[in-house]
C-alpha cells in the first residue's frame, strides 16, 4: 500500500527567507506522480507543484521547488523569497494513476514578517 | 479555471440523520472524489466515480454512499449520521488527458465542515 509520510507537523519561515518542507513515501510502482499541495485559511486545497517519476529533472514554479530523490523515495518541498501569503498548510501527495490518491497528515507553515 | 462548488461550507446535524453533502463542477470533468480531512491524518478517501452512474470505494467508505446522476454532480451521503464523522469534506475533480488517457490532477473545493451533535 502506498503511504506518505511528512515528518514536520509545523514549521516556521521568516519573511523572505527560504524553507524546505519534508516528504516521504512508500510505493512498489515504479511510474507515479508526486503533489504537493497547499491548503490556506481559506480551506481550498490548491496545487503547487507536480512531479512525474520517470522525469529525473526536478520540478519547478516559480519560488517552489522540489528535490526528487527517487531511490530515497524524498519529496521535499523548497519554497524559496517566502511571502506571508505562503502561510498554510502544505500536504504532499502521491498517487500512481491521479485517482487514487495518498497524503500525508500536513505541514503547517507560519510565515513570520 | 476550474470551479468545484459544495454546497454550504458549515453544516450542523443530529445524530441519525440522513445527511446529504453536494458537489458540483463546471468543467465536464470525468472523474469526481469524496474525501474527508481530519487534524493529523491528512486528507483520506471515502469514494469515487469515473464516470456518471459509477462508483469506486476508497479507504474509508463505511457509512457513506455517494450518488452520481449527472456527470457535474456527485453527491455524499451520510446514511446515519454519527459523532465520529464530525469532520472536513472535500470534493475534487478531475478529467483525462485525451492524448493518452492519464488521469490529470485533482481541482478541490472549499470543503464543507460537519459537525454531528
Known amino acids: 500500500a502506498q503511504t506518505v509520510t511528512q515528518s514536520q507537523p509545523e514549521m516556521s519561515v521568516q519573511e523572505a527567507e527560504t524553507v524546505t518542507l519534508s516528504c516521504t513515501y512508500d510505493?512498489?510502482?515504479?511510474?507515479?506522480?508526486l503533489f504537493w499541495y497547499k491548503q490556506p485559511p481559506s480551506r481550498q486545497m490548491i496545487l503547487v507543484i507536480r512531479?512525474?517519476?520517470?522525469?529525473?529533472q526536478n520540478a519547478t514554479e516559480n519560488r517552489f521547488s522540489v528535490n526528487f530523490q527517487k531511490a530515497a523515495k524524498s519529496f521535499s518541498l523548497k519554497i524559496s523569497d517566502s511571502q506571508l501569503g505562503d502561510a498554510a498548510m502544505y500536504f504532499c501527495a502521491h498517487t500512481y494513476n491521479n485517482n487514487d490518491m495518498r497524503f500525508g497528515a500536513g505541514t503547517r507553515l507560519t510565515v513570520k514578517p | 479555471d476550474v470551479k468545484v462548488t459544495q454546497s454550504s461550507r458549515y453544516l450542523v446535524k443530529r445524530t441519525g440523520e440522513k445527511v446529504f453533502l453536494e458537489c458540483v463542477q463546471d468543467?465536464?470533468?470525468?472523474?469526481m472524489f469524496w474525501y474527508r480531512q481530519d487534524p493529523g491524518l491528512g486528507l483520506r478517501l471515502i469514494y469515487f466515480s469515473y464516470d456518471v452512474k459509477m462508483k469506486e470505494k476508497g479507504d474509508i467508505p463505511e457509512g457513506y454512499s455517494v450518488s452520481r446522476e449527472k456527470k457535474e454532480r456527485f453527491s455524499l451521503i451520510l446514511e446515519s449520521a454519527s459523532t465520529n464523522q464530525t469532520s472536513m469534506y472535500l470534493c475534487?475533480?478531475?478529467?483525462?488527458?485525451?492524448?493518452?488517457?492519464?488521469?490529470?490532477?485533482?481541482?478541490f473545493g472549499d470543503g464543507t465542515r460537519l459537525s454531528i451533535l
Open positions: 468543467m465536464d470533468h470525468e472523474n
Open positions: 510505493t512498489s510502482e515504479s511510474d507515479y506522480y
Open positions: 475534487a475533480s478531475s478529467t483525462r488527458d485525451t492524448r493518452d488517457y492519464s488521469n490529470q490532477p485533482q481541482h
Open positions: 512531479q512525474e517519476a520517470y522525469k529525473q
